[in-house]
Structure formats: structure tokens, C-alpha cells
């Protein structure tokens, strides 16, 4: 009973251990297309063989499969792109292995794992030319070429031995040949036979890339790049495709057709054929290389599979998924894939294997010349677009000029240059940017003419050295621009704006804190320290500018369709913002207090010129720059629009306060000479009474006070004028902003300079004149005086411009009495004569 109790518990360990063990395998999960079953029945073995392979090496790694094919989906391509682009969009972990078509690779590469990092070692045996452009996205390889195939010449040797012809060697000699041959036959009544297909479809994915691979074939050289539309070559290449379908073709084969082309092959009715790779081919065919313009010249397109590992599931699932693409893609199970599936293998060495080449033309593969992805008809709108305009060409007689022009704009960058060979309108702003630039700086010379000086009192000469600089800088923004963008032109853009932007209102700023009726330790700070105040934004806008020109800015292309495509600048940094936002914020700081310093500061005599033109500025800059975000918020199609757009606005920021800050002075002078002399006049004036001003401003400290006159004047003592200067102080602190503001708004600047200013109610004798009576009055200031001292006030009143001013004597007791010439003025005095 013992022994039989024993065993049960041995023997439910050891269905614990195996059960855990198998419990604790990772189960991977891939998703493939399979456009045929001969596909299908390759992938299934590659996935049972690894699952056997991992059994043997207890890797403890199953792997299963989905797989669309025609068999389970009416539309394999289709269904399997949009279930492929639904789970990549929503990040999802379903599945852990994609396997879909090589030329797709970009479109998906941001969902995927740079398998440089994992398998350096399988990269290197396939870091082919073809594949570095066809399998990496930003420097990563994004996937790995799982099985490829390519198109190549099928020649009927009968029918050519027949009529005395030899296999081609250009397109020209096919076309000939083709023609002679398909025309003869017809004449003997073979009306099944066909010239050459050429699979010049406009209404298929593969057939654009047919189309593309012909044009790649009239390149100048073998290593020329993919030929302009617009090229040459690239219409002589179009030219001779709309004659193969028009002479090689009998009518009802208008489009291509897989299942013709594949009883094609395998019947021999046909003299030339371009197709896949395929060893079913009819025994008449001969294969070759696929022709070009000229001899050793040839273009040739690929398809195939790629496989890749989804970045968004676990790191132990992606450690696993590794060990699959290990498996899938070394030496020996490519080989015995290509021997026994007749696979082609992206390793390029496995083609100078004899027991390959025994199986495989292996000279076909060496010599076979690829067409680089077209990276923009991977992408389905662009498609459609390659197609229609090769539909209108092929089938509705669009001029060759016309589309070649249209196709290049698909694939072709535009960006803006003085030539005018696309455009006119970059000539165009470049002259008139540059004549405003020269204009600026020739506008510089009025500052050191001596007799003009009355004109730019307003800021000192460095000032407006700077003023017009700024408005210079602005214009460099539209000169960036221009040529091919890069990543420091988008920070010239950004730099010249922003310190376009300081040195154009930082001035002003520091000169309407200058010039602030009111007195505090910030205003006097800033009259002090002007240079040090405008530094300091400088150097703000470099050290913003320094951190954007190593970190925020990339470009990247922008496509847009049925119209000319282009580069933009874009900010990946998540930090960037924080400074965008630090630096509009500063911007927006900066322009609502110049807007408040001008509310202020309007009916200051002295600055009341300067103040309008600034504030005209100020409305036209305020308008521009709302529309300046507007634009960049908006989705142009018309790049060349977009550029004369921003460009005008630009320049209208740049020259308006250019014209209404600094160039309404130059005007003045050009049109009004004969108020030299006046403006001479009044500097001088306006001169002597700062000077006056500000001596004053030495030996006195101005006090606010309330003050109110009863119909019984009674003499007061010193402690009693004290608690009503306390009075007073204590109102005008407790006063709204808004009121002070709009006390400052009418203030004229004739008052005493530091003196508040502010209204009072007078109540006065009765013997007072009515006229004085009935109207408002601004209070002076009065000097503090010593505890001792008598005080003695001398009050003036003056109609005319409704001031009141309260001197007081330091000296002696006397009465001061203000005589005025003015008929209309009133004088009286209040003596206070309450001595402790």
C-alpha cells in the first residue's frame, strides 16, 4: 500500500514537472500573406521545421501562424493590409512576428525593432545596395528579406529561330524583332499570339512597378540614379511603352492580367514575355536579364517578403521572436529552401554555390539590375495618383510633356530657388528682399547727418542701429528659405525670427520705461542701465537659439498629391516645446507692455510723435502676426503658394515697423525740410526743461497729498499738515490700476516731472472766482521739509490749463505769490502758519 501510495505522488511530479514545463514555453504568433499555395505550403514548413528545431535545442519557443491567402480572403492584398495596418495603428501585442511585402518595409517601420541590435551578423549577409534602400528607415533596419523574386526576359527561342532573329539586347532591337515576328504571325492566322506583354498595367501595384523598373532601364549609365520625369530619357522610356501596347498587343489585352500571363508562360504564346522568376516556364522560353536603352543597361524590379518584430510586446517575447528570424534567415535553411521551394534568397553568395547554380541560373541573378524603391508608391494615394496619370497617357492621349511633368511632381522635392525654370516667384521675392535689405542699410547714413539729428531724438543712434538691423533680420527669414532644407536652415528661420523680434521692440521698450512719468526703482534701473536691459534679451534668444540648433529640429518630406511635394521643418524633441513655450510667452510679456507703456504714455508732448508711429506699427505688426500662426496652421497644397504667402507676410512684418518706426523719420526729412529749424528750436527747449527738471529732481522728493480748502481757512499746525499728507498717501495706494492708468493716458508731461498725477475736489472760499471754482485741478508736488520748518504754500490757479501748482517757501514765512500776465488767471494764497 505504501510502495502503490509512493509511486501516485512520483508520478503526479512528474506530471507536474513536464506539465510546467510545457505550461512555461512562449507561444510567438506571426502574421504572413501568401498571394499563392505553393507560398503558403513553403511558409507552414518553415514554421513546423522551426518548432521541431526548437523541441531539439529546448528553446521552449512555439511558433504559430496566420496566414491570408486567396483560398480564405476574396481580396488577399487588400484585407491583409488593412488588418495589418489596424493592429500596427493600435499598437497591438496580438501578434509578435509580421511577415508582408518587402516594398512596404518604410511604410511600417515605425512599429517595428531595429533588428541591427539583435542580429548584427545576419544584417551584414544581407546589407546589399538593393536592401539598405529597400529594408531600413532613418539608418534602423526595420526588417529582413525573408524570400525575394525578380522579373526577368522570357524569349521564344522557336519563333525566333523561325524568322532568323536573335534574343535582343535593347529595348529597340525587342521592339523591331517583336513587331516583325507578331505581325507575320498574324498574317499566317495565329491570332492567340502576342508581341510582348511588358506588364505595362496602369490599373496594378506590380504593374506601376513594371512601368517604373522600364523607365529606371533608360538611366545614362548602370549606376545612374532613377531618371527625372522630365528627363529624356525618362520620355523616351514613355514614348516607347505607349508604342509596345500599341503595336505589341492585340486590343482586348488593354490591362495586365496574371492568369493571361501565366498560361502564357506555360503555352509559349507569346514572343517576348517579362515576368517572375519561375521554373514552370515552357521549355521554348529562353531566359534572360531584362533589356534597357542600351546595351549592359537593364531594370529589373523585385518582390519578395519581409519579416519583422513588433516593438510594442514584451522583451522576452522579443528575445524569442529573435530566435525565429535566426532560424528563418541563416545560410542553411535559405538554402534548403531556395533547393527544395525554389525560394530565391536575399543572401547574395548563396548564388555562387555550385549545388545552387545547379537548380538556379546564377548568372541571371549576378547580373540582375534592381529598381531602388520608389518610396512614394508604397503609399496607397500616391499610387493612385502614379496610376492615373499613366492611365491618362496611355489611354486618353495626354501629351507627353504634360505627364512626365505630373509624374515627376509625385517623386520630386521641390524647393524654392531663383531659377525660374519652375517657378518665377523665387526670383521674384529674392530681388525684392535684397533692394529692401540695401535700402535699410543706406537708410543708416540720416543718423550721422548733424542737421537731421532733431529727427531721431526719440532713441540714441545705437538704438536705431539696432531698430533696422532687427527689421533686416526679419527679412533673412525669408531668405532661409530657399535650396534644399535642412536641419540648420530651420534654425535660422527660428533664430532670425525670434531675434528679429529683440531687436526691433526691445529698444522701444527700454525707452518707453525711460520715459514713464512715475518713479520707482525698476524705471530708474532701466534709465540706468539700457544696455544691460537690452543685453539681457539678447541673450535670452541665444541660449534658446543654442538648446534648437542641437536638439529640435529634423525635416522631413511632405507629399501631397496632384501637386508639387516638399521638405518642412519639425521639432521630435518633447522638451522643445517647453522652450517654444517659454519663448512666446516671454514675446507676449514683451508686447503687452509696450501696448500699456503707449496707453500710458500717449499725451506726453514731448513724445506724442514718436508714441503714434510706434503705436501705428505696433497695429499693423499685432495683424500680421495673428495671420503669420494662422498660415502656419493651415495645410497648403501649393507649396510655391505657401512660400509667396509667408514670404509677403514676412516682409510687410519686417517693413512696417521698419517705415512707421524709422522711415517716417526719413520722410519728414525728404518732405518737410522747412521744420528744421523749428524741431532745432524745440530740442533745445525741451532740452533745457529736463535739465531743469531733473536738478529740481535732486534737491526735492515728491509727496501726494489731498488737500481740501474750507470756506473758514483756518491756520493749522505742523502735526495736523502731516496727518493730511498721510491722508493722502493712503488713498492713492488704495486707488484702482485702471484709474491710474488713465491718469497717466492724459498726463502731458507739462506738470513737474515726478509728480503724480491725480484729480481733487476743491472746496473754496466763496470770494474765489467761479471759474476757478467749477473746474478740476492737478496737484504739484510739494518738497518735504524739516519738523521745524514753517510751511507756506502759494496756490496758482490757471484756467487755461486747468493745473494747480503748490510751491512752498524754505526760507521764511513770507507768502510767495505766483503773478501770472494771463488775464484769465487767478491767484490765492493760503498760508499755514502753525509753528510747534
Excluded at 115 to 132: G, R
Excluded at 278 to 305: F, H, R
Excluded at 393 to 399: A, C, M, Q, W
Excluded at 679 to 708: A, C, G, T
Aim: hydrophobic share 40%; charged share 20%.
Amino acid at each position: 500500500m505504501k510502495s502503490t501510495f509512493f509511486l501516485l505522488i512520483l508520478y503526479f511530479l512528474l506530471f507536474f514537472i513536464l506539465y510546467n514545463n510545457e505550461c512555461s514555453a512562449v507561444v510567438l504568433k506571426s502574421l504572413a500573406i501568401s498571394y499563392n499555395d505553393d507560398n503558403s505550403e513553403y511558409l507552414n514548413f518553415l514554421v513546423r521545421n522551426f518548432n521541431n528545431y526548437s523541441k531539439e535545442n529546448d528553446l521552449d519557443i512555439e511558433l504559430e501562424i496566420t496566414l491570408y491567402t486567396p483560398s480564405n480572403s476574396s481580396n488577399v492584398v487588400s484585407d491583409y493590409k488593412d488588418t495589418l495596418e489596424h493592429l500596427l495603428n493600435r499598437k497591438s501585442t496580438k501578434y509578435d512576428i509580421y511577415i508582408y511585402n518587402i516594398l512596404h518595409t518604410s511604410t511600417y517601420s515605425s512599429y517595428f525593432v531595429d533588428l541591427n541590435k539583435y542580429i548584427p551578423e545576419y544584417v551584414d549577409m544581407y546589407s546589399q545596395n538593393i536592401f539598405l534602400s529597400l529594408c531600413t528607415e532613418n539608418g534602423k533596419w526595420i526588417g529582413l528579406p525573408l524570400h525575394i523574386n525578380f522579373s526577368i526576359l522570357y524569349s521564344n527561342k522557336e519563333l525566333l529561330k523561325k524568322y532568323n532573329k536573335s534574343i535582343p539586347t535593347t529595348w529597340d532591337e525587342l521592339y523591331e524583332t517583336a513587331k516583325y515576328i507578331y505581325n507575320e504571325e498574324l498574317k499566317a492566322g495565329n491570332k492567340d499570339i502576342i508581341g510582348f506583354n511588358g506588364l505595362f498595367s496602369d490599373d496594378s501595384e506590380e504593374g506601376l512597378q513594371s512601368i517604373s523598373a522600364f523607365v529606371y532601364s533608360y538611366r545614362p549609365s548602370k549606376n545612374s540614379t532613377f531618371p527625372n520625369y522630365k528627363s529624356k530619357e525618362a520620355i523616351k522610356a514613355l514614348e516607347m511603352i505607349k508604342k509596345m501596347k500599341s503595336d505589341l498587343l492585340p486590343a482586348y489585352i488593354s490591362t495586365y492580367i496574371t492568369k493571361d500571363v501565366d498560361d502564357r508562360i506555360v503555352s509559349g504564346k507569346a514572343v517576348f514575355l517579362k515576368f517572375w522568376m519561375y521554373d514552370y516556364a515552357n521549355s521554348v522560353y529562353e531566359k534572360s536579364v531584362s533589356l534597357g536603352d542600351k546595351e549592359g543597361i537593364s531594370g529589373s524590379y523585385m518582390d519578395g517578403s519581409s519579416i519583422s518584430i513588433n516593438k510594442y510586446i514584451s522583451d522576452s517575447n522579443i528575445e524569442s521572436s529573435v530566435e525565429v528570424l535566426k532560424f528563418f534567415l541563416s545560410r542553411e535553411m535559405q538554402k534548403h529552401t531556395l533547393l527544395n521551394y525554389k525560394v530565391l534568397s536575399g543572401i547574395k553568395n548563396l548564388y555562387d554555390d555550385k549545388d545552387v547554380c545547379k537548380f538556379i541560373n546564377c548568372e541571371i541573378i549576378n547580373k540582375i539590375q534592381i529598381l531602388p524603391e520608389l518610396k512614394t508608391l508604397n503609399d496607397y494615394d500616391y499610387y493612385v495618383q502614379y496610376k492615373v496619370y499613366l492611365s491618362n497617357y496611355l489611354r486618353k492621349n495626354e501629351t507627353i510633356e504634360t505627364t512626365s511633368r505630373q509624374l515627376d511632381d509625385i517623386t520630386k522635392i521641390y524647393h524654392i530657388s531663383i531659377g525660374v525654370e519652375d517657378s518665377p516667384i523665387g526670383l521674384i521675392v529674392f530681388v525684392i528682399v535684397i533692394f529692401l535689405i540695401l535700402m535699410m542699410l543706406f537708410s543708416l547714413v540720416f543718423l550721422f547727418i548733424p542737421k537731421f539729428e532733431p529727427y531721431f531724438e526719440f532713441l540714441t543712434k545705437d538704438f536705431w542701429i539696432l531698430i533696422v538691423t532687427g527689421s533686416i533680420a526679419g527679412l533673412i527669414t525669408v531668405l532661409s528659405f530657399y535650396g534644399e532644407m535642412v536641419p540648420y536652415k530651420c534654425f535660422i528661420n527660428y533664430f532670425s525670427i525670434a531675434i528679429s523680434f529683440t531687436l526691433r521692440i526691445i529698444p522701444i521698450l527700454q525707452r518707453l520705461i525711460s520715459n514713464f512719468p512715475g518713479e520707482n526703482w525698476f524705471v530708474n534701473w532701466v534709465r540706468n542701465n539700457k544696455y544691460l536691459f537690452v543685453n539681457s534679451f539678447i541673450t535670452f534668444d541665444l541660449i534658446l537659439g543654442f538648446i534648437s540648433h542641437l536638439v529640435w529640429y529634423d525635416v522631413i518630406n511632405i507629399y501631397v498629391p496632384y501637386n508639387k511635394n516638399y521638405k518642412a521643418c519639425v521639432v521630435y524633441e518633447n522638451y522643445a516645446n517647453f522652450t517654444t513655450y517659454l519663448t512666446n510667452i516671454e514675446k507676449f510679456l514683451v508686447i503687452s507692455s509696450v501696448i500699456i507703456l503707449l496707453f500710458m504714455e500717449w499725451n506726453i508732448e514731448k513724445t506724442k510723435d514718436d508714441i503714434k508711429t510706434v503705436s501705428q506699427a505696433f497695429s499693423l505688426n499685432s495683424f500680421v502676426f495673428v495671420l503669420l500662426n494662422s498660415f502656419n496652421f493651415l495645410n497648403f497644397r501649393d507649396y510655391f503658394g505657401f512660400f509667396f504667402v509667408m514670404s509677403l507676410l514676412n516682409i510687410l512684418f519686417s517693413v512696417s515697423n521698419f517705415f512707421f518706426i524709422y522711415g517716417a523719420r526719413i520722410l519728414w526729412i525728404l518732405k518737410k525740410k522747412e521744420r528744421d529749424k523749428e524741431r532745432q528750436l524745440e530740442s533745445v527747449i525741451m532740452k533745457f526743461k529736463l535739465s531743469s527738471l531733473e536738478d529740481e529732481n535732486k534737491n526735492y522728493n515728491n509727496i501726494n497729498f489731498n488737500l481740501n480748502l474750507n470756506d473758514n481757512n483756518n491756520n493749522n499746525n505742523q502735526e495736523e499738515s502731516q496727518q493730511d499728507c498721510r491722508t493722502y498717501t493712503t488713498y492713492s495706494r488704495s486707488s484702482a490700476v485702471l484709474s491710474k492708468m488713465i491718469n497717466y493716458h492724459y498726463y502731458t508731461g507739462e506738470q513737474k516731472h515726478d509728480s503724480f498725477i491725480g484729480d481733487i475736489s476743491l472746496k473754496v472760499n466763496s470770494s474765489l472766482p467761479n471759474d476757478v471754482i467749477n473746474n478740476r485741478y492737478t496737484i504739484g508736488s510739494t518738497p518735504k521739509r524739516s519738523s521745524k520748518a514753517v510751511n507756506r504754500f502759494t496756490l496758482s490757479f490757471h484756467k487755461r490749463d486747468s493745473n494747480l501748482y503748490i510751491n512752498q517757501d524754505q526760507k521764511n514765512n513770507s507768502i510767495i505769490s505766483d503773478t501770472t500776465t494771463n488775464t484769465n488767471n487767478t491767484s490765492s494764497t493760503a498760508n499755514n502758519n502753525g509753528n510747534k
